[in-house]
C-alpha cells in the first residue's frame, strides 16, 4: 500500500556503508522521476548519479544533515550513504522549476523504500562548493541531493507534544523521533 511506503519514507541519517547501491538502481530510481508529473511538461530536471567512494567523499562535505541537532555533525565513518542522487534544473530548458524537483524526489524516495532502502532528501547543501567539487556547468541549478543508503538507524513517528513542539530528537537510545501534528489539526472547518 502507498500509505506503508510513506509510513517507511523517514528522514534517514545513518546507513550502513557495507550495503552498496549500484547505477543500475540508480536509473530505476530516475526513471519514477522521470514518469512523474512535472510543469507544462517541460521535464526540466536532470540527475547526477554517485554510487562510487571516490564521487561519494566528495558530495558528502557539501551537505548540512539535521539542524535541529546540534551536537551532531553528520555521520560517521560506516555510517555514510552509499549513493547520492544530485537532483539539478536546467536553466536552458526552464529559468524557474517550481515544485518539480519535489515531486521528483518523494518519487525516488518511495522507490528507494519499496527496494528497501532509506535516504534522506537535503535542501541544506554547499551548492558552490559541489559545482566546483563535481565540475556542474553553470546551466544547471542545483536544486537538492538525496542522500540514500541501507538505513542503520530506527525513525519512529509520534504525536505531537502538549507543547506543540516539532522539533525531531534523538532518545537515550539513539532512536530518532519525529513528532508529528494530528490529522484534525491539519484539515480546516470552512464555511
Given at each position: 500500500?502507498?500509505k506503508?511506503?510513506?509510513?517507511?519514507?523517514?528522514?534517514?541519517r545513518?546507513?550502513?556503508?557495507?550495503?552498496?547501491?549500484?547505477?543500475?538502481?540508480?536509473?530505476?530510481?530516475?526513471?519514477?522521476?522521470?514518469l512523474?508529473?512535472?510543469?507544462?511538461?517541460?521535464?526540466p530536471?536532470?540527475?547526477?548519479?554517485?554510487?562510487?567512494a571516490?564521487?561519494?567523499?566528495?558530495?558528502?562535505?557539501?551537505?548540512?544533515?539535521?539542524?535541529?541537532?546540534?551536537?551532531?555533525?553528520?555521520?560517521?565513518?560506516?555510517?555514510?550513504?552509499?549513493?547520492?542522487?544530485?537532483?539539478?534544473?536546467?536553466?536552458?530548458?526552464?529559468?524557474?522549476?517550481?515544485?518539480?524537483?519535489?515531486i521528483?524526489?518523494?518519487?525516488?524516495?518511495?522507490g528507494?523504500?519499496?527496494?528497501?532502502?532509506?535516504?534522506?532528501?537535503?535542501?541544506?547543501?554547499?551548492?558552490?562548493?559541489?559545482?566546483?567539487?563535481?565540475?556542474?556547468?553553470?546551466?544547471?541549478?542545483?536544486?537538492?541531493?538525496?542522500?540514500?543508503?541501507?538505513?542503520?538507524?530506527?525513525?519512529?513517528?509520534?504525536?505531537?507534544?502538549?507543547?506543540?513542539?516539532?522539533?525531531?530528537?534523538?532518545?537515550e537510545?539513539?532512536?530518532?523521533?519525529?513528532?508529528?501534528?494530528?490529522?484534525?489539526?491539519?484539515?480546516?472547518?470552512?464555511?
Amino acid at each position: 500500500m502507498v500509505k506503508d511506503l510513506v509510513q517507511k519514507n523517514r528522514s534517514y541519517r545513518r546507513f550502513d556503508e557495507t550495503n552498496i547501491i549500484d547505477e543500475a538502481l540508480l536509473k530505476e530510481l530516475i526513471e519514477l522521476a522521470r514518469l512523474s508529473p512535472t510543469a507544462s511538461n517541460m521535464q526540466p530536471l536532470k540527475f547526477c548519479l554517485s554510487c562510487q567512494a571516490e564521487m561519494n567523499s566528495k558530495i558528502f562535505p557539501s551537505l548540512a544533515w539535521a539542524g535541529y541537532l546540534n551536537d551532531w555533525s553528520g555521520p560517521a565513518e560506516g555510517e555514510r550513504p552509499t549513493a547520492y542522487i544530485i537532483i539539478l534544473g536546467d536553466k536552458e530548458v526552464r529559468e524557474s522549476f517550481g515544485i518539480d524537483h519535489g515531486i521528483a524526489a518523494q518519487s525516488i524516495m518511495l522507490g528507494a523504500v519499496e527496494k528497501g532502502l532509506g535516504g534522506c532528501i537535503i535542501g541544506s547543501v554547499k551548492r558552490e562548493e559541489l559545482r566546483k567539487e563535481l565540475c556542474i556547468p553553470e546551466r544547471y541549478a542545483i536544486l537538492l541531493v538525496l542522500a540514500l543508503g541501507k538505513p542503520a538507524e530506527k525513525v519512529v513517528i509520534d504525536p505531537l507534544p502538549d507543547d506543540g513542539n516539532t522539533r525531531y530528537y534523538r532518545d537515550e537510545e539513539g532512536v530518532h523521533h519525529v513528532p508529528k501534528r494530528s490529522l484534525d489539526d491539519l484539515i480546516l472547518k470552512l464555511c
